[in-house]
Nanobody, 125 residues
Framework: QVQLVESGGGAVQAGGPLRLSCAAS????????MGWFRQAPGKEREFVAA????????YYADSMKGRFTISRDNAKNTVSLQMNSLKPEDTAVYYC??????????????????WGQGTQVTVSS
């Protein structure tokens, strides 16, 4: 069982940065694939980024490449999402997610087993 708690959301102007963090419970954090997803009002939850258990491999949605960076600190049981050059269309609730590593980095929403409660990010123009 893994419990995830996101933090760092808030309001920011377009073009600005924001850093989200996710704290995970449990002693086996380093065996989990970690991902970030987001959901805007009236839209389906969409994939943002994922990082392999050792942090060596990352994967991003095309619209986030070059602007967002996912990273993890296994010693602190945390995963972060650094978001730069934010746009109003990045406004959404951002969720941290986890599942035991299966060797696959590209997973769908339904394939993640554990979810945080989400943190709101609002980007104004």
């Amino acid at each position: 069982q893994v419990q995830l708690v996101e933090s760092g959301g808030g309001a920011v102007q377009a073009g600005g940065p924001l850093r989200l963090s996710c704290a995970a419970s449990g002693r086996t954090f380093s065996t989990y694939l970690m991902g970030w997803f987001r959901q805007a009002p009236g839209k389906e939850r969409e994939f943002v980024a994922a990082v392999s258990p050792n942090g060596g491999f990352t994967y991003y949605a095309d619209s986030m490449k070059g602007r967002f960076t996912i990273s993890r600190d296994n010693a602190k049981n945390t995963v972060s999402l650094q978001m730069n050059s934010l746009k109003p269309e990045d406004t959404a609730v951002y969720y941290c997610a986890a599942r035991l590593w299966s060797g696959v980095l590209k997973l769908t929403t339904d394939e993640y087993a554990y979810w945080g409660q989400g943190t709101q990010v609002t980007v104004s123009s």
